[in-house]
């Protein structure tokens, strides 16, 4: 299945929401530290609900760290500025989907690393700055799933 990468969480509930995210798609969730909020969060909870012990959740000291785990794989930074669409990317399982904290997004020396396959968007009206990070989570996981016939 595909693994989801939050480099640097800062709101608690957006990672409760992409840990049922991956209990309910059988995705992976990596998150990279610092995160913003302690796993046992209450508000990391509640947004959960009962998925956690459904979830693979694991967390990585830093970003080569979670490299060394998942790498060799294909890699997608989420970005804003990005040309490239998520729906023209042929996604394939194992492929992993990177998104940044929610303040800021990712930063340049992420997007920019050698292991990133491609930086990929998600469309939305031109005055806007972003999207919520589990909704743009959800959505590529879906997308990608359904490429692969909700295998």
């Not at 595909?2 to 992976?28: D, W």
């Not at 959740?57 to 830093?62: D, E, G, L, N, Y």
């Not at 785990?69 to 294909?74: E, G, I, N, R, W």
């Not at 930074?77 to 492929?95: E, I, Q």
Request: charged share 20%; with cysteine.
């Amino acid at each position: 299945m595909f693994r989801v990468l939050f480099y640097q969480p800062e709101i608690p509930p957006n990672t409760g929401n992409a840990i049922r995210l991956a209990a309910n798609t059988g995705c992976e969730l990596h998150l990279v530290e610092p995160l913003g909020f302690t796993l046992e969060d209450k508000q990391l909870r509640r947004a959960g609900l009962d998925y956690h012990d459904l979830a693979r959740v694991h967390v990585h000291a830093s970003l080569a760290a979670a490299w060394e785990v998942l790498l060799p794989a294909k890699v997608y930074a989420f970005t804003a500025s990005a040309t490239r669409l998520y729906t023209d990317v042929a996604y394939t399982p194992g492929d992993i989907l990177v998104f940044g904290p929610e303040s800021v997004g990712l930063p340049a020396e992420v997007q920019e690393a050698p292991e990133v396959t491609d930086r990929v968007r998600l469309p939305m009206r031109p005055s806007n700055r972003s999207l919520n990070l589990a909704n743009t989570a959800a959505i590529t996981v879906y997308e990608a799933w359904r490429q692969n016939g909700f295998r």
